[in-house]
Each structure stands twice: as structure tokens, then as C-alpha cells.
């Protein structure tokens, strides 16, 4: 792909029964976050890495892939909708894959700290591209992080933490959650855009990112929710992400949570 192009950073690569990697789809690629900084154990626990086990194919076979999220409920966490897409590439109110669960909680993912549960729902914004998707259990020792009311201004600065590969040639997932920090680029009626700004100018997602929490940061208070990753050009770059903004779609995520 070229630098000017965009693609969902959904990470959709195809894999053997015995586990190898036969190839990637190239719609919907995400990867963990190109020059960012591991994240150590116990920080931003409400991170989420989301693993698609037996994804249905349009030729019939069946994919794996890897998503990024949040907590944000005991049982409920966000993501990009896109995460959560039928054979035809079609967003769906559900599961597709035949296992798909989400580690909480857990930097390293070779540890065994936080939980690993199983998605058992999934409701589509009606909006824009984010997902909440629905826990066997809930998680009670860990912070949900809270949801943004209004977005960032221009020029503010978010954080991003995600899980998967560390630049764009490399395509498969990290082990361990990394993080960078990010320039609101414009706001626009339902997505940010937003711009690498550190550790470097082209600190960016890659694939796995999808769905990757941007919050802001301020002292002796707790994370802000505001956006989740949705596309950009291949990483790394110092171009402008889209990115699908939290506080549009408040309250329609608050009804979905109080549903159960």
C-alpha cells in the first residue's frame, strides 16, 4: 500500500490449522503501535486484547485475527465495530468467529496476570465505527475507564495503548502492550483525526490496533475514554489517523450496557 492510501486497521490474517500463516486480508490491517513504548505490568489494566479464533471466509475457510478494546463495564468492553464483521465484510451484531475472547488486565500477554474471558454478545453503534461486545464474566478488580461526554479540542494530546506488531512488515501480534501519545488533528460530526507526537513524530498504529482506546490523561484523575482506532495509512507514518469518537455515541453505549 501506498503512504497516501487508508485501510481499516482490523488485522485479518489467515492461518493454517497447524497455526502458519497462509496470507493476510488486506482490509482491515491493525498492528500494536510502530515506535511506541512497552507498556509495564499494572498500568493501564482496562486495556484489552481481543483474539478471533475460526473466522468465516467468503471461499469458506476460516481466518484468525486480533482486535485492541477497552473496558468500560464490568462485563462489557468497546472496540471498532469493524472487528466484528460476517464473511462478506459485513459489520454484525455478534460473535463471528467460532471463539473469540479478551484478555483484561494483562501487559505481558506470556503472564498470567488480569482475566481472559469470552465475548458472548456484540451490539453495533449506529453511527460510526464502534462495537460494545459482552463478557461470559464479569471483571470486578479492574477500573472500567470512563467514556468521554465531549471530544478533545485541536491540538490536545490523547494516549493510545494497543496489542500487536510494532511496525508494518512484520505483520503479527505482540506479545506485549505498547503505547504512545497523539495529536487531535480535527474533529469532525462522529471521528477524530489524529497525528503521532510521541515518542516520535511518526509514533502510529498498525494492524491489530483496531479498536485501540485514545483517552486523555490528567493528574490525580482517571483516564478519559474519547475515540477508538478505526483506519490509516500503513505504519509507521506521521500522516493523520481516523479515529471513531466515544462521546457521540454516550448514551446509546450506556443503554446497551444497562440491557445486559
Known amino acids: 500500500m501506498q503512504i497516501f492510501t487508508r485501510r481499516r486497521r482490523l488485522t485479518a490474517g489467515l492461518f493454517a490449522a497447524a497455526g502458519a500463516l497462509l496470507a493476510l486480508v488486506p482490509a482491515g490491517a491493525a498492528h500494536a503501535i510502530a515506535n511506541g513504548t512497552p507498556v509495564p505490568e499494572g498500568q493501564y489494566r482496562f486495556s484489552v486484547k481481543l483474539t478471533m479464533t475460526g473466522i468465516p471466509t467468503a471461499d469458506g475457510g476460516r481466518r484468525n485475527s486480533a482486535c485492541s478494546g477497552a473496558l468500560i463495564a464490568p462485563q462489557w468492553i468497546l472496540t471498532a465495530g469493524h472487528c466484528f464483521r460476517d464473511a462478506d465484510g459485513v459489520r454484525v451484531d455478534r460473535p463471528v468467529a467460532d471463539l473469540t475472547t479478551a484478555t483484561v488486565g494483562r501487559a505481558d500477554l506470556t503472564g498470567s496476570n488480569g482475566h481472559v474471558a469470552t465475548v ?105 475514554l474519547v475515540s477508538v482506532e478505526s483506519d490509516g495509512p500503513d505504519c509507521p507514518h506521521s500522516l493523520d489517523e481516523t479515529t471513531s469518537r466515544v462521546d457521540v455515541v454516550r448514551r446509546w453505549i450506556q443503554t446497551q450496557v444497562a440491557k445486559g
Open 120 to 224: 458472548i454478545a456484540v451490539r453495533q453503534s449506529p453511527s460510526n465505527d464502534i462495537a460494545v461486545a459482552k463478557l461470559d464474566t464479569p471483571i470486578t478488580d479492574i477500573r472500567p475507564i470512563r467514556l468521554a461526554t465531549t471530544a478533545p479540542a485541536v491540538n490536545s494530546v490523547v494516549r493510545l495503548t494497543g496489542y500487536g506488531s510494532t511496525d508494518g512488515t512484520v505483520i503479527v501480534p505482540a506479545t506485549q502492550l505498547h503505547t504512545g501519545q497523539f495529536t487531535v488533528t480535527s474533529v469532525a460530526a462522529t471521528t477524530l483525526t489524529v497525528t503521532g507526537h510521541a515518542p516520535q513524530r511518526d509514533t502510529s498504529p498498525c494492524p491489530y490496533d483496531s479498536g485501540a482506546p485514545y483517552f486523555v490523561e490528567s493528574r490525580n484523575r482517571q483516564p478519559v
